[in-house]
């Protein structure tokens, strides 16, 4: 196996990031400094460190989607002390301890994060050329008129640049009463209730306002957020449903479950 590709599956760094570490000498086989690219590895014979630290492969490769609550920041572990999504995989991470999210829900968001011990996976799904299209719910103030849908299926122009075009379209009758039920009671709109001083109820925000679909195929910082407000409609409650061909279904909010082989395969077919 190509040392690079070793050091992604571990979970290092990107397979890219992982020949910048090779190249910069901080990569070592066997006690040896290691700066060629072309240099192989035996996973079952090889001993790797990363300045310093042994590096190895998963006995076993995991794939978990777990259903986040709102009020759980997307960590390991957090220096505030404030809920972690990593909590809620305590029984998983005692199993299989190399696993991490792949990405980020900011604390308000719900829904669908993938966990994995599976490096190249993670970063395959991550990465700006592979355009992974995430499927979001959203609970909005006003009802996004054609004008509005327009822009985001163009891409409108944030402050850190164009984003690319999304799909995006306001959800009615049975699609609204499902999208409010999987928005759940309202947790995930605490922070759009303390930015605007908390005046108005959830359940008068929510007669006021309605829910919209949007697709997107990058994964900038709250981006989902930034379009709908940069289009007169902020966001009060987010929900991911789906990442790619996975749909979260009827994992319970703060629980997980493993994925199948096929879903696995689906996932990889998407990362390569």
């Known amino acids: 196996m190509r040392l690079q590709k070793f050091l992604a599956r571990a979970g290092v760094a990107s397979r890219r990031h992982s020949e910048e570490l090779i190249a910069a000498g901080r990569v070592a086989v066997n006690g040896v400094v290691v700066t060629e690219m072309g240099t192989t590895v035996d996973p079952d014979a090889d001993a790797v460190t990363v300045d310093g630290t042994p590096v190895a492969l998963p006995e076993e490769a995991a794939t978990f989607m777990l259903h986040k609550p709102a009020g759980y920041v997307t960590t390991m572990s957090d220096p505030q002390g404030r809920p972690t999504a990593a909590g809620l995989m305590a029984s998983e991470l ?5 696993l991490f999210p ?6 308000d968001t719900t829904g669908l994060l993938l966990f994995t011990t599976d490096g190249e996976l993670g970063h395959g799904l991550l990465h700006p050329r592979r355009h992974v299209e995430k499927t979001y719910l959203a609970l909005v103030e006003g009802r996004p008129n054609d004008y509005d849908l327009r822009r985001l299926r163009e891409g409108i122009v944030l402050d850190d640049g164009p984003t690319l075009p999304a799909g995006a379209r306001v959800l009615t009758g049975t699609e609204a009463r499902r999208a409010q039920r999987l928005i759940g ?10 930015r605007h001083g908390g005046r108005r109820s959830r359940a008068a925000l929510e007669a006021a306002g309605s829910f919209v679909e949007v697709r997107l195929r990058e994964g900038r910082k709250r981006q ?15 929900h991911r449903e789906a990442f790619g061909p996975l749909k979260l279904g009827d994992v319970p909010r703060g629980e997980a479950r493993r994925l199948t082989e096929a879903e696995v395969t689906a996932l990889k077919e998407l990362a390569s």
């Open 94 to 98: 005692a199993e299989y301890p190399a």
């Open 102 to 107: 792949v990405g980020r829900l900011d604390a």
């Open 185 to 194: 009671s309202g947790e995930g709109a605490s922070g759009h209730l303390q």
């Open 224 to 238: 989902v957020r930034r379009m709908l407000e940069a289009v007169g409609h902020p966001v009060i409650a987010l």
